[in-house]
């Protein structure tokens, strides 16, 4: 089965930047679309952003014009660049790939953005 691994988060300033990376142990980000959530405590999971298999993203209002979801096949991995970050932003982020079986998802990397 193919196993999904996040990194990059940490901890940064607000108004610095972090690249995540989602590594899947197999071919999986060409043939099914590929979305970040991230869940902050006490608060409801929220789809931060999403890549189709035609490249195509999509973002939430949140987030857009600062974040961008890219896909590299041959790596096997999907990226989330974060830039611009604010404290809100201050969440652990995890991702997930749409299959027809459900929702795959990795462990989650935090994030955590100071003032």
């Known amino acids: 089965q193919v196993q999904l691994m996040e990194s990059g988060g940490g901890l940064v300033q607000a108004g610095g930047s972090l690249r995540l990376s989602c590594a899947a142990s197999g071919t999986i980000f060409s043939i099914n679309a590929t979305a970040w959530y991230r869940q902050a405590p006490g608060k409801r999971s929220e789809l931060v952003a999403e890549?189709?298999?035609?490249?195509?993203?999509n973002y939430a209002d949140s987030v857009k014009g600062r974040f961008t979801i890219s896909r590299d096949n041959a790596k096997n991995t999907v990226y989330l660049q974060m830039s611009s970050l604010k404290p809100e932003d201050t969440a652990v982020y995890s991702c997930?790939?749409?299959?027809?079986?459900?929702?795959?998802w990795g462990q989650g990397t935090q994030v955590t953005v100071s003032t």
């Open positions: 890549i189709t298999t035609s490249g195509s993203a």
């Open positions: 997930m790939v749409r299959t027809p079986l459900g929702g795959l």
